[in-house]
Every structure is written in structure tokens, then in C-alpha cells.
């Protein structure tokens, strides 16, 4: 279709046809995911060696500062006249050599050798304790001791701790990286400040270099600290996670009465074949999820279209009021009410199937159909909410014209309000899509993840557990780390998969909507 | 005062044993753990808290131990004893004044069920003295995370205890853990104003019946696991734990038996008969249905005596053995787990003998003797078992005609055991008021078999 | 002729009306059972919350009307609401301060600053929030046991702000519709970056601003997950979710079952108050952010 026909169309045919081609984009979008994973590696390979080329070359162009910068941080924007930026730099590789020295080197060398076992079974007299020493290959396991009543006691509290251990080696590496970007930072800044010179100029001094951070590096300002944050309690944490995918971290590895140890791919491999009990259970609660992901994304979506509908219909009174009521469930705080949806929906004890001498086994043999509706309780107020503030967008001559075409109210829906919203609210979908794949409390505070059925399911799974409810479970009643990472690792890879796919789709489409 | 020196003298050869078995290891790359230290082989002795020298001695050790003047400890008690056990420390704080340091202890509350699995969370994090249910002890042990009982008071918890429960207490042949009430079984309570007629409290079918004429039921929880197991020990199925191997054998014609009793049963659901509590769990469905008048018999422990004490009146209430259920066309003794409630001292106290001292203060006769009386819950100490009021208090009564048919949970299960749906086969049962057949419940319970090898 | 068609015409248009009354009336009866749905569970726990009895209650009504429950919120040691309530509210402000300024400095600098790596920390920043909230929480546990502040309010208040870098999207998406020329024209008058940020962007952004400060404030009113976790067996340090959550343990329901409905009914009073009066900013800011995408 050319231009020409497009425009030719109207308001209602364009968003069909904008619609039809969002579902045709899809194996397309597939596709082109895979190739911009391709493009990417390759983007990748040409950046490491144009980085290793540019870095010989500066060298080599470089004039005696330039050069000795490539071994002492600064000297290049010190003999280039830039004192203090040239100290900053200096100060930084001292600092770096220092910490490597006195900290990072411990621990890069423990990271693969540290093991501790028990010395005697037989606990110490005075405390119960049981005595630490060194494994077959560890030498210096610190165990402080104290002396009571003329005899040494071993406080194991002070003994090896694996989480440390695994935790300041990513500490050091993130270090490391850094001070790497710094290092290559020095010889750029050494190289352009000879430039500078053999331009004849002068660079700039270290008060003009600061208000820089004001206006051009402006952004350097802002971000700092959020990101030293982020990197400190989020992004090292999540490195941190991931490395315990490849360890046997679990109950039974508690430091230090037992350190936990590199094991590979053998987490990953029982979740998908070796341990056969650990797949299935992956596999149901997998399939589970991608079902409730759907149905509690798309109930409320179309109910709540249909609820804003009625509010806002023509003629109806007190919208206000309507709308009122159905935000005062959105306000208050998830796990009360949905404590409450539990307790009242008890087959045994809860006080609707008391009321209706009944025992409707709601969050049991028909949880996952309850929770599913009790998710449409708490989100519709939401989509509603939001979907009101749309309908008021939607251009009133375009009803009116297809009133004259003879268009009745439900035609109008389909062929016009519902095309509109649904395009519009794409991304909304989207995101709610994998909220809802991660959606951690309907499930939780309802049925905890229940009704466990541990013929099908192992570590504590049940029926209606999520990837995320099975992934708190085992990081905190059943203390199984390991699994609880690889779990995690593998929702990350399903959200990213599928988010960049529906994001590509969604960006083809809005491609051909520049044509309007 | 002459023989702790002795004492001493073993402990400091033993420490240098230990010293120079440490020195050999350092460096050698094969070794693992080759090093034994000698045991220390005086013998066991008994001290007396009354007596002025153990305490000068104990607030010696603990005057060594505390950190700037102060010893800080933390315990973990379950919500309703929470309060009592407060009274104790500070009976505790007292006993062991010194003006060398300042003794703090915290208490927080944790559940005897919970508390196992909340020290294996984070062992280092567990409160240096923590009250759980004896069935946790073994993978307590097995994790490292519990310290055995410090050879000082061991002398004392062995000679003070019944034998039963020190067995639960022990692994191996090392005291782990300090006993502490000796009711963490469940026997029947039930309203004499209903049961009028004691001879139906045998027979759970004419129980039942009576409860149903009343309008109201009887309630035992076919869906817990805890409870449930007492048919497959009716039945004679084999379930056993041992060296942190379960064994269970219910997929046979003895395991079919005690699945088709549980459904017999169940056909009375809601006319006469409560099978399941749902939600809220036991205790509060307990409470709730004395206090509603739903209920009139309850197979529960004495943990929910004093609720159904104050909903129906204290003298309504009743206590019995559990009753006879029918099984395989004849009327056979309910059996139950009996079991104790323990107090462990974590590994990682950073005070570990004044953490020894108060777990044994805790559980001393003293201690055992208060507890009862101001909480009812029944002792393991030898002396007190034998006192009049304890020896007639219906509840210990109760336990004590259930005893012989009460099996020990760390002999029998462990925690892949609660985990396998066992206690799916009565909630099944419960669900579908007993109508099950044959080859399903066959089915289920080869499921579950299957499920504790895992 | 012209009459018949007339009246055929005013009598289509009787029916018409007569059509969309029934049709408003059929919406009224399906609004009004929705409605009834939907406060059904709200109205029960209030009802609840002046029951007599201490316990949970199998009836759907309360066998009397009491205001003790409230006065034990306030009286018995074991609930230490106050204390709770108060814990909230540091952790709430502190973490609703800290969190809104990172976003507003993460999302301006992404939205109208240009420099090289922009991009890459886009889609940085995009992978991040693909993983799930708690997978790392065992992680940031040891993370803040190194730093000794386990069981601490301050551990809370990290938690929550360390993370806010990554929620720029919404706000990002408000700095993207605020014409560029504002920037430019202020440039041509020689502002720097950090003026127009101050002097012209923010006062621009009050609807977001609110959004934003709304959401981080209300977060640790509702969160019980990372309190849990992180809290632990510090009592003292429950805020109001999990401090309430305790209430409903097996060992407590009997006791506390009223209570607990008298603490949800008092902290969703003032919650639902700021979110009734707020729902507009909050509209604005989730199809502000999501329909632009």
C-alpha cells in the first residue's frame, strides 16, 4: 500500500489497518530481533578492536607526557599544564594499587580456593562450640580466639564467610572496571591536552574544567549518585545473584560451618532435564504463568474498557460518585484487602460459604480461576481510571459519521472506540504483560501460591505459584538460593525476550503511523 | 571448688591438643579434617544454681566473655508464651547480677514450628537462644546451625530429664538441645456438657453421632499431615527417620487401610464431623468453633486449653486419649505423634556460655515448675512429672493414657515428610466427604511414597 | 406525505429514547452490583474491625458493636501501632525525598540532555528493570549485613531509593513533551544546563513532581515483602504492613484477628484520602508515560 492509499482512507480504516499490520509485524519482529542480536555481537567485536586501535594509536602519536601517562596516570596532563587534574589521576592509580594490595588481591585469590571444614565433631566444652580449621587448600581462615578460664575459645561467628568472599570479588572486579575506564580516560585526556598544546593553546584550568560539570557534563552531575547507588545495591547485588546460579549455595551451605562452592551448569541442567521432578515443576509453573500473565492482563483490560464505557456513557448520573467507589478499592493498601479475600473465601472456615452454607473450594480446586478473578477486582478500578481519561480523547465526529453510515452501539465499539484505545494503550499492555508475569501480590496474600500438590510439584511449589511466588519461596522458606537464582535469571530472560520482540513490533508500527 | 580446677586443667590440655593438631594442618594440601582432639574425659558433673560458688564461677566466665561491660542476647519465644518467658529473665537478669557487666536480652516472637526453618534462613541471625518443636532438631543439627548442650550443664539436663525426652534431644550420641515442656503432642478436649456419657469418648463413630444430635461436630484435622500420620500408625505402616533417611511405607494394603478410615470418617463431614480447619489454621478454627458452638470435641493440643477454657467455661472442659476409629471392620486405637518442645543454643552467639547458662535457666525445674502453673504447659523434668496437681491435671493425664500410642517425631519424619502431600490424602478424603475409591486413593498414596524418596 | 414521514420520524425518536432509557437503566443495575462487589470486602473489614469478639469471626456479621479494638492499637505492648505507624512514616518520607530527586535528576538527564553514552545507559537501564524486584533480595541482605544496617529503618530507606534511577520512564516521558525551544531560547541567554534544569524545567513539572512523590510516599505503606525480609526479627522496626501481616500468624489470629481489621481500616483512611485526591496526577502520569512509549 502506497501513500496515497493510506491517506485516502478514513480515521476508523486507518486504525484497523494499522491494527492488521501490528499482527502481521509479528514474525517479522521475531526475526529482527534475532538479527539485532547478531548486529549487536558484531557492533560488539568492532568496538573492542577499534578501542585496542585507537588505544595503540594515540600511544604512538603521542608525544613523551602522553606516553609516560600510559604508565603513570596524570604525568600527561601535568606536563601539559593541567596540575591538579593531572594529581586527581595519580591519586587515583595510588589509591587503585592500594586497594588492589590491601583488599582485592585477598580476595581475587580466594574466590576459587576457599574451603573450611570442621576439625573435630566434639563441641567445646565451655560454649558447645565446634572448632574450625583450615580445609585442604585455605592457609589463613581467621578464627579469633579468646581465652576463658586459661582455654581458647573458637568464635565461629568471626570465622570464613563464602558470601563475603564471592560479594568483595565482584566488589574488586567492579573496581577494577572502573579504574580501567578511568585509565583509558587518562590517555585520552592526556592525548587532547597535547593537542591542545601543539595547537597552540592553552587547556583548560581546573576551576574551568569544574563548571563544565555544570553545563556540557551536566549530566555526569545528575547521575552520579543515583548510579553509584543503583551499582552498589542493585546492580552488584544482581551480578551477585547471578553468580549463586553457578554455586551449590543452599541450607546445607551455610557459612562457615559450610562454605558453598562453584558446581557450573548443574542448577541449570536440573531445572531443565537432569533432575526430572525440578523441570516439571518448571514447566508447570512456567505454563501457569504465561496463562495468568494473559488472562489477568486482557480481563481487565476489556472490562475495564467496558466499566469506563458505562461510567462515562451518555446520560448516566453521578459519575463522580462511580468512579469514586471503584478508586476507593484501588486505595487501599493490596494485602489488606486481599487478606480479607482470603479469609472470606475460605471453603472451611471463610464467612461467605459460612453465609451461604456452602463449601466452594474458592481458593483450592478453583484457585487458579479465583485468583484470576480476584485480579480483576483489584485492577479493573485501574484501567478504568485510565481508560476514562482516553474515551474524552476520542474525536466526536468520528461517531457521528458512523451514526450516519448506520452504525449501532455496539459496531461503534468494535469499530471504533476499542481499535483506538487498543493502539493507544500498546505499550500499556505491554508493560502490564510483564508486570503481570512478575505480579507478586494476588498471589502471595491469596493463596500463598496453594494448593501445594507435591506429586507434581517439588520445592515447595504449587498450583497457583508464579515464577516470582516460587522464587520468594525458595529464597525464604526453603532457603535454596541457588534455585531461587537460576529461577530468577530465567524470568529476566523470558521478560527481555519477550518485551524486546513486542517492543520492536510496537516501534514497526509506529513507524507507519508517521505516515498521518 | 578443688574439682573445677581439675577441670580446668583437662579443658587446657585438650585446648592444646586441639592447638597443636592446628599447627600440623597448616600448609599440608591433602588433608581435609584428619585431626581428632581428644575427648575430654572427666566426668559429667552436676552444679546447683542455689549453690554461691557455681554462680560466683558462672558470673566469672560471663564477666570474661562480655564486651564492654555487657552481654547481649537475644531469644525467640512463640506470641503466647512470649510475656512469661519475659518474667523469666528477668528472674535470670537477677540471679546473675555483676557490677562487671550488663546483661540485655531481647525477645522477639517466632513460633516453635517456624523457628527451625527461620535459624536456617540465616543461621547467623538466629537468636543465641531459640525455643522450636523437637522434629526441626535433626536438620538444625545437620545444617551446624544448633551447638550441642556445653558439657558444664550437661551433667545437669541428663540428670533432671525424663529419658524420652532426651532421647528427642539428642543426636548421635551428643545432648544437642534442652528440654523444655514435654506436650508438643494432641490428645482430644471435649464439652462434658455434650459428652455426658464418657464411654462414647472411646469410639470415635459414636462420637460423632452424639456431637451430630447436638448440632454441633467433632473436629480432627485430616488434612494435616501431623495429625493424619496417627492412622498410617494405626494401620502399622513402616515410618521411620534415621540417619536423615526417610522412610515411609503407606503404598500398600496397611496404607490403603488408613486412607479408607480417614474417609469413613469424612462422610460425616459437616454433620457431625470437622475435617479440615482451612485458612486460619488449627488453632484459630479451634477457638472459633467452641466460641461459636460449632464445636464440641477437638483433637488438638494444650496450647488451645485455655481458649476453649474461657469460650465454653473452665469446668466444661474435658481431656481423654484419643478415641478408637474404625479400620479394616474393627475398632483400633487412634495412635498420634507425642513430642517436645526444646530450647537450642545458635553456634553463632557471640556469648555462647551466658547462652548456654540461660537456656539451661530456662528450662530448669524452677523454670518448668512456673511455666506450668502460669502457662499449663507440662514439664519434661523428672521430679515435677511425679508432682500431685501435674500428675492430675487432665491435659497431662490425657498425654500420658495417649503415650503408648504417641510416637516420637524425630524418630519418625523428617522434613521431606511434611513436604510429600501426605496430608493430601486426608484432605482429599475431606473434600470429597470420603467418597473416594480404591485405586484412587492407591494412586495417591504411591504419589506421595514416591514423593519422600526424592 | 411529509406528516407520515414525520411522525414515522418523531416515532423512531420515541423509540430511540425510550431504547436508551432502558439501556441506562440495565447500565445502572450492572454498575450497582459491581459497586456492591467491589466494596463488599472493605465494608466487611470495617464491619469487622468494631466486632466484640477478639478472634475471626465465621459469620458475616459482627455480634456487636465495640471501639476496643481501636483503643488496644493503642494500649496493649504487643501491638505496638504507634511505633509502627511512626516507622512508616520516616521510611516513607525519607525514601519519597531521596527517590523523587533521583528520578527527576535521572529522568531529565536522559530526556533533554545529549552526550555520548545516552543511549547505551537507556538500555542499560531498561535491562535492569527486567529483572525481578526480590530475585536479588537475598544479595542485598549480605550487601547491608557488611554494612551493618540489617534490621534497620535506614536499610529500608536504601532499598527503596537505591532502586528509584531506574523508574525514570514515566517522568522521562513528561520531560519529552516540554518543548525544546524553552531549552534553546534560555541557551541563547546564556543559562547553563543546571539553570534550566532549576529555573525553567522544574517549576514546569509540577504534575510530575506530585506523581512521582506520591507514588515513592505511598510504596512503603503497602510494601510487605522487602520489610519482611529485611527487618526480620527486629520488631521494633515493623512498619505498619508487616507489623499488621504478624497479627493474622497462626499464633496471634486468635487474639489480634479484630485488631488487625481496626489497624487496616485506620491506615487506609488517610491512604485513600491522598489517592482519592491525587487520582488525577496519577492518570496524567501512567498514560503520560505509557501512551507515549
Known amino acids: ?516 | 571448688m578443688a574439682s573445677k580446677s581439675k577441670k580446668a586443667v583437662a579443658l587446657l590440655l585438650t585446648a592444646m591438643t586441639a592447638a597443636t593438631a592446628l599447627a600440623g594442618c597448616g600448609g599440608s594440601e591433602s588433608s581435609g579434617p584428619s585431626i581428632s582432639v581428644a575427648q575430654s574425659s572427666f566426668e559429667l558433673e552436676v552444679i546447683d544454681f542455689k549453690s554461691d560458688e557455681t554462680v560466683k564461677y558462672i558470673k566469672d566466665t560471663m564477666a570474661a566473655e562480655a564486651k564492654d561491660g555487657r552481654i547481649v542476647l537475644k531469644v525467640w519465644t512463640s506470641g503466647d508464651d512470649k510475656s512469661f518467658e519475659e518474667s523469666r529473665l528477668e528472674e535470670f537478669k537477677k540471679l546473675f547480677a555483676d557490677s562487671r557487666y550488663e546483661i540485655k536480652i531481647g525477645t522477639s516472637e517466632k513460633g516453635e514450628d517456624k523457628a527451625g526453618s527461620a535459624v536456617l534462613e540465616n543461621p547467623k541471625k538466629a537468636a543465641d537462644v531459640f525455643s522450636f518443636a523437637d522434629d526441626q532438631l535433626s536438620s538444625l543439627a545437620k545444617a551446624g546451625a544448633i551447638a550441642s548442650v556445653a558439657p558444664y550443664y550437661e551433667g545437669n539436663v541428663r540428670q533432671e530429664n525424663t529419658d524420652d525426652s532426651l532421647g528427642v534431644s539428642t543426636i548421635g550420641t551428643d545432648l544437642m538441645a534442652f528440654p523444655k515442656t514435654s506436650d508438643n503432642g494432641y490428645f482430644l478436649y471435649y464439652d462434658k456438657r455434650v459428652f455426658t456419657d464418657e464411654s462414647v469418648l472411646d469410639n470415635m463413630d459414636e462420637m460423632i453421632k452424639v456431637a451430630n444430635a447436638a448440632g454441633k461436630n467433632v473436629y480432627l484435622n485430616l488434612g494435616g499431615p501431623w495429625y493424619s500420620t496417627g492412622f498410617f500408625f494405626t494401620a502399622g505402616c513402616e515410618i521411620k527417620y534415621e540417619n536423615g533417611k526417610q522412610t515411609a511405607k503407606i503404598a500398600n494394603e496397611k496404607g490403603l487401610s488408613a486412607a479408607k478410615a480417614m474417609c469413613h470418617i469424612a462422610e460425616n463431614q459437616d454433620k457431625g464431623f470437622k475435617g479440615a480447619p482451612g485458612a486460619i489454621g488449627d488453632n484459630a478454627y479451634v477457638a472459633q468453633g467452641f466460641d461459636e458452638g460449632f464445636l464440641a470435641a477437638a483433637v488438638i493440643g494444650t496450647w488451645c486449653g485455655p481458649a476453649i477454657k474461657t469460650s465454653i467455661g473452665k469446668d466444661n472442659v474435658g481431656a481423654a486419649k484419643l478415641p478408637k476409629v474404625l479400620m479394616d471392620g474393627e475398632y483400633k486405637q487412634l495412635e498420634s505423634f507425642g513430642g517436645y518442645k526444646l530450647l537450642g543454643v545458635s553456634v553463632y552467639s557471640e556469648y555462647p556460655f551466658s547462652a548456654q547458662t540461660l537456656a539451661y535457666f530456662l528450662a530448669n525445674e524452677d523454670s518448668q515448675l512456673e511455666r506450668y502453673n502460669v502457662r499449663g504447659l507440662l514439664p519434661t523434668n523428672k521430679k515435677l512429672a511425679e508432682d500431685a496437681t501435674i500428675k492430675t491435671d487432665p491435659a497431662f493425664k490425657a498425654l500420658e493414657d495417649q503415650k503408648p500410642f504417641a510416637h516420637a517425631q524425630g524418630e519418625s519424619v523428617g522434613t521431606v515428610y511434611w513436604g510429600s502431600g501426605i496430608g493430601d490424602v486426608g484432605g482429599k478424603a475431606v473434600d470429597q466427604k470420603g467418597s473416594r475409591t480404591d485405586a484412587e486413593l492407591m494412586e495417591q498414596l504411591q504419589g506421595v511414597e514416591a514423593n519422600m524418596k526424592a | 406525505m411529509n406528516n407520515t414521514k414525520a411522525a414515522k420520524n418523531s416515532e423512531m425518536q420515541t423509540g430511540y429514547a425510550a431504547k436508551r432509557r432502558l439501556t441506562n437503566i440495565i447500565v445502572y443495575v450492572i454498575l450497582t452490583v459491581m459497586v456492591l462487589i467491589w466494596i463488599f470486602p472493605i465494608v466487611w473489614l470495617i464491619l469487622q474491625s468494631f466486632n466484640t469478639v477478639d478472634r475471626i469471626s465465621s459469620r458475616m456479621l459482627p455480634e456487636g458493636f465495640t471501639l476496643d479494638h481501636y483503643k488496644t492499637l493503642f494500649t496493649d505492648d504487643n501491638v505496638p501501632y504507634g511505633k509502627w505507624i511512626l516507622n512508616t512514616f520516616i521510611v516513607a518520607v525519607l525514601s519519597c525525598v531521596i527517590s523523587t530527586l533521583f528520578i527527576l535528576m535521572v529522568s531529565y538527564t536522559l530526556s533533554r540532555l545529549r552526550f555520548k553514552s545516552r543511549k547505551k545507559l537507556l538500555n542499560i537501564g531498561l535491562i535492569l528493570g527486567m529483572f525481578p524486584g526480590f530475585m536479588s533480595m537475598a544479595a542485598t541482605y549480605s550487601i547491608m549485613e557488611i554494612f551493618h544496617l540489617e534490621g534497620q529503618l535506614l536499610a529500608l530507606v536504601i532499598v527503596y531509593s537505591a532502586g528509584a534511577g531506574l523508574g525514570y520512564q514515566v517522568a522521562k516521558g513528561f520531560f519529552d513533551t516540554i518543548p525544546r525551544s524553552l531549552d534553546e531560547a534560555a541557551r541563547i541567554d546564556g543559562a547553563t544546563s543546571n539553570r534550566i534544569f532549576w529555573v525553567i524545567i522544574l517549576p514546569l513539572s509540577k504534575p510530575i513532581i506530585v506523581y512521582t512523590a506520591l507514588t515513592t510516599f505511598l510504596g512503603p505503606w503497602a510494601d510487605y515483602i522487602f520489610v519482611s525480609y529485611f527487618m526480620k526479627d527486629s520488631t521494633d522496626n515493623y512498619t505498619v504492613a508487616v507489623g499488621l501481616y504478624k497479627l493474622l500468624d497462626n499464633e496471634h489470629i486468635n487474639r489480634y484477628f479484630t485488631t488487625f481489621c481496626a489497624g487496616a481500616v485506620l491506615i487506609a483512611i488517610p491512604i485513600t484520602i491522598l489517592f482519592v485526591v491525587m487520582q488525577r496526577f496519577y492518570v496524567a502520569g501512567v498514560t503520560g508515560g505509557a501512551v507515549k512509549g
Open chain 1, 1 to 516: 500500500m502506497d501513500y496515497l492509499d493510506y491517506v485516502q482512507m478514513t480515521k476508523g480504516q486507518r486504525f484497523i489497518y494499522k491494527l492488521k499490520s501490528f499482527f502481521i509485524g509479528i514474525p517479522k519482529a521475531i526475526a529482527n530481533f534475532f538479527k539485532a542480536i547478531g548486529l549487536f555481537i558484531k557492533k560488539f567485536f568492532v568496538g573492542i578492536g577499534n578501542f585496542f586501535k585507537n588505544y595503540g594509536s594515540r600511544f604512538a602519536k603521542g608525544d613523551a607526557g602522553t606516553k609516560l601517562s600510559y604508565i603513570i596516570m596524570g604525568a600527561g596532563n601535568m606536563l601539559h599544564g593541567q596540575i591538579i587534574k593531572g594529581l586527581i589521576f595519580l591519586a587515583a592509580e595510588v589509591g587503585y594499587i592500594i586497594f588492589m594490595i590491601t583488599f582485592g588481591a585477598h580476595y581475587i585469590s580466594r574466590i576459587y580456593t576457599s574451603q573450611l571444614v570442621l576439625l573435630d565433631s566434639k563441641p567445646d566444652t565451655y560454649t558447645g562450640f565446634y572448632k574450625f580449621g583450615t580445609g585442604a587448600v585455605g592457609k589463613e581462615v581467621a578464627i579469633v580466639q579468646k581465652t576463658i578460664h586459661g582455654e581458647s575459645v573458637t568464635n565461629a561467628a568471626t570465622a570464613d564467610d563464602s558470601n563475603k568472599i564471592l560479594l568483595f570479588f565482584i566488589l574488586t572486579v567492579i573496581v577494577t572496571v572502573a579504574f580501567i575506564a578511568l585509565y583509558i580516560a587518562n590517555t585520552k585526556s592526556a592525548y587532547a591536552t597535547q593537542q591542545i598544546r601543539a595547537e597552540g593553546k592553552k587547556p583548560m584550568n581546573f576551576v574551568e574544567e569544574l563548571k563544565t560539570f555544570l553545563d556540557d557534563r551536566f549530566h555526569i552531575t545528575l547521575l552520579t549518585l543515583p548510579v553509584l547507588l543503583l551499582i552498589v545495591f542493585n546492580v552488584l547485588p544482581i551480578i551477585f545473584t547471578i553468580c549463586m546460579a553457578f554455586t551449590n549455595y543452599d541450607e546445607d551451605h551455610q557459612s562457615p560451618i559450610k562454605l558453598y562452592q562453584w558446581v557450573g551448569f548443574k542448577n541449570f541442567a536440573d531445572v531443565f532435564y537432569a533432575d526430572a521432578k525440578k523441570s516439571s515443576t518448571f514447566g508447570l509453573i512456567l505454563v501457569w504463568t504465561l496463562i495468568w500473565a494473559f488472562f489477568a492482563t486482557f480481563s481487565n483490560y476489556i472490562v475495564g474498557i467496558i466499566v469506563a464505557l458505562m461510567i462515562n456513557k451518555k446520560g448516566i448520573k453521578f459519575k463522580a460518585f462511580w468512579r469514586t467507589m471503584f478508586v476507593l478499592t484501588a486505595a487501599v493498601p493490596q494485602f489488606v484487602t486481599l487478606l480479607v479475600m482470603r479469609l472470606l473465601l475460605d471453603d472451611k472456615s471463610g464467612a461467605i460459604n459460612s453465609a451461604l452454607g456452602t463449601s466452594f473450594p474458592f481458593l483450592t480446586e478453583w484457585a487458579n480461576v479465583t485468583v484470576i478473578i480476584v485480579n480483576m477486582w483489584i485492577g479493573i478500578p485501574y484501567t478504568m481510571l485510565i481508560t476514562s481519561g482516553l474515551l474524552m480523547n476520542i474525536p466526536e465526529d468520528l461517531y457521528e459519521s458512523a451514526r450516519i453510515d448506520g452504525a449501532n452501539a455496539f459496531q461503534q465499539f468494535t469499530k471504533i472506540t476499542f481499535p483506538y484505545i487498543f493502539f493507544v494503550t500498546t505499550p500499556y499492555l505491554i508493560t502490564t504483560f510483564v508486570g503481570n508475569i512478575n505480579n507478586f501480590n494476588v498471589i502471595f496474600f491469596l493463596t500463598g501460591g496453594g494448593p501445594e500438590d507435591p506429586t507434581k510439584y517439588s520445592n515447595g511449589a504449587g498450583k497457583t505459584d508464579l515464577l516470582v511466588t516460587w522464587l520468594y519461596k525458595l529464597t525464604v522458606d526453603k532457603s535454596n538460593f541457588k534455585l531461587a537464582a537460576v529461577i530468577g535469571i530465567l524470568v529476566f530472560i523470558i521478560c527481555a525476550v519477550g518485551s524486546l520482540i513486542t517492543f520492536n513490533m510496537s516501534k514497526a508500527s509506529k513507524n507507519e503511523e508517521e505516515f498521518s
